[in-house]
């Protein structure tokens, strides 16, 4: 198991930018898969971004372009960089682990540590 601490939320304007951290605890982090997801109010959890233990990337549709994953291992640490922000992109973001594997992970079920997440608002 690893744990996760999310932060670096807040409220934000259109078309501004935030970075969002998640420090991890546990177990050895270079050998997880990383993932950010998001869920706003009233809606499903949903994938964000990933990124792998080989350090490739994949990204929602709906980011792709605005947000950017990383990794620094030697600080347990995943960064979400997120620029021109959009009203729509407000919600509680999470960050999650599981175990490396071989493919992108983009569902909610294929990850099993998560954060306590971090709220995001963008204002209009």
């Known amino acids: 198991q690893v744990q996760l601490v999310e932060s670096g939320g807040g409220l934000v304007q259109a078309g501004g930018s935030l970075r969002l951290s998640c420090a991890a605890s546990?177990?050895?982090?270079?050998?997880?898969?990383m993932g950010w997801f998001r869920q706003a109010p009233g809606k499903e959890r949903e994938f964000v971004a990933t990124i792998t233990r080989t350090t490739s990337t994949y990204y929602a549709a709906s980011v792709k372009g605005r947000f950017t994953i990383s990794r620094d291992n030697a600080k347990n640490t995943v960064y979400l960089r997120m620029n021109s922000l959009k009203p729509e992109d407000t919600a509680v973001y999470y960050c999650?682990?599981?175990?490396?594997?071989?493919?992108?992970?983009?569902?909610?079920?294929?990850?099993?540590?998560w954060g306590q997440g971090t709220q995001v608002t963008v204002s209009s």
């Open positions: 546990g177990r050895t982090f270079s050998n997880y898969d």
């Open positions: 999650a682990a599981r175990s490396g594997g071989i493919y992108y992970y983009t569902g909610t079920e294929d990850y099993d540590n």
